[in-house]
Structure formats: C-alpha cells, structure tokens
C-alpha cells in the first residue's frame, strides 16, 4: 500500500464533529484555533442547507467557535457550484431556506415555477404539501430534479427530524424521478470544496461523525478519514459497512496535535 503525503489541509463536518444539539464539543475551540494559527487550508462542511455561511459563522461564534465566513461550505454551495457548471444562468424551483436560495442568486439563477429547468429541494423547517405538489408536477412536466443532500434524518434536541433525503423519497415516489444528490457522500462537494480552498484531496483528510455520509464521501474523492465517535456512529456500527475510516478516535480534542 503506498505511504499516504502528509495532511496539509482539514476538511470537518460540523454537526457530530464540533457541535451537538447546539453545544460545541469539548477540544473543538482548540482544534480550530490550532488550524487558524497554523495557516494551513481548513474548511467546515455541513449538509444543512437553510444557513448561509455569514448565517452559520454568526451562529458558532456565539458557541464559541470562531470559523471565517470563508472557511464554511455548505451542500448548498456545493449545489450551486454544481448547477452553475451544468447550465450557467438557468431557473429553478426551489424547496428550501435563505442558505439555498441566497446560493442560487448569487450565480445568477433566477428562481421561478415557470417551465423551470431544475426543481432543487433543500432543507426546510416547514415543509409545504403545496411545494411538495407544484414539485411533482414541474418533476413531470420535464424539470430535472436535485436534492441538496440524502439525509433521511437531522438533528434536533426534541430528537430526530425528517429532512431533505425524506421529503425525496417522497417527491421520487410520486414524480418517478430520482433526484441528483449535490452533498455528503457525493464526492462533488469534497471537491467543489477543495477548490475554493486551493488544497488536494492527496494531502487532505476528512473528519466526521458519519460512516455513510462523511468517511464514504471523503474516501471516495481519495482523502484520509477520521471517524469521531461523538455523533451518529458509533465503535460497532464500523463493521456493519463494507469500507472502513482510515483512523478511529473518540473526538475532535485527539486530532490537536495533528495539526
């Protein structure tokens, strides 16, 4: 097997990872003030699509999370970046919050229920039956249809909420289409990510809380992946998928050092 380059940038997801139901996690506020002194390229990824990344910076500063605006990528980026590439300056119907639709505007998208050319289905706090009609019926009318990410379930201190991946599965049933998912496990959006940051996924590792999400995404776009075991997976649950993280560790407070 060959020998791994050294880690030269960090790629982590937030829920799980840095925060839980809204309280950052012990070592996250010296991991990333550790990144910041370093210098080294650094992103916070998260498959919520409601929040802009002015929005998500406000909200862990306030945690006591200090990540530049910069340094946020969210699946509706990834998203955008995605549609900007497939069909510049197009429309679309959009499911979804101020994360999402500030996304969109911002390359040019106008957003519309007007023959538009894709419906695009994010994360929201209500989701309307009227939406999720108006999106079955543009889906069949020719629509091509993208879902932000594939999360069944998201995180809530009342306990789990449905979330973009089941309102999916809702519209694919009705619609007979399948939608294109832009976030965590795509690959796309560790790369779309990479990007923006100038670093590789050779001399990039991925930390998550997630097997199917987070470890599958960063090994397939060729990082190094860390299993934290402070959210969804735990030290059992690793065997039951058929890949594995290249390392295991309890939080985010044992990668300090790494850095």
């Not at 506020?29 to 910041?36: H, I, N």
Request: glycine share 8%; aromatic share 6%.
């Amino acid at each position: 097997m060959a020998e791994r380059k050294p880690v030269a940038s960090w790629l982590t997801d937030m829920d799980g990872v840095l925060i839980h139901e809204g309280v950052p996690i012990p070592g996250a506020d010296v991991f990333l003030a550790k990144l910041r002194e370093s210098g080294r390229p650094f992103l916070v990824l998260t498959n919520n699509s409601i929040y802009t990344p002015r929005d998500l910076h406000a909200r862990l500063r306030r945690m006591g999370l200090d990540v530049p605006v910069e340094n946020i990528w969210t699946s509706a980026l990834s998203t955008a970046q995605f549609l900007d590439d497939q069909r510049p300056g197009g429309t679309a119907y959009v499911i979804g919050e101020a994360g999402l639709t500030t996304a969109l505007h911002d390359i040019g998208y106008v957003l519309t229920d007007h023959e538009p050319d894709y419906v695009v289905l994010g994360e929201t706090r209500t989701y309307s039956f009227e939406a999720m009609t108006k999106a079955v019926r543009l889906i069949k009318d020719g629509a091509r249809f993208i879902c932000t990410n594939p999360d069944e379930t998201g995180p809530s201190a009342e306990g789990p909420l449905p979330a973009a991946g089941s309102v999916a599965a809702l519209i694919t049933k009705a619609s007979g289409r399948k939608p294109y998912f832009a976030g965590k496990p795509n690959p796309l959006m560790m790369r779309t990510g990479l990007n923006t940051i100038g670093a590789h996924s050779e001399t990039s590792a991925m930390i998550g809380d997630r097997m199917d999400t987070d470890v599958l995404a960063g090994m397939e776009a060729g990082m190094q992946t860390y299993l934290v075991l402070t959210g969804l997976t735990s030290r059992e649950d690793i065997d039951r998928y058929p890949f594995r993280p290249s390392h295991v560790v309890n939080s985010i407070a044992d990668l300090v050092d790494l850095v």
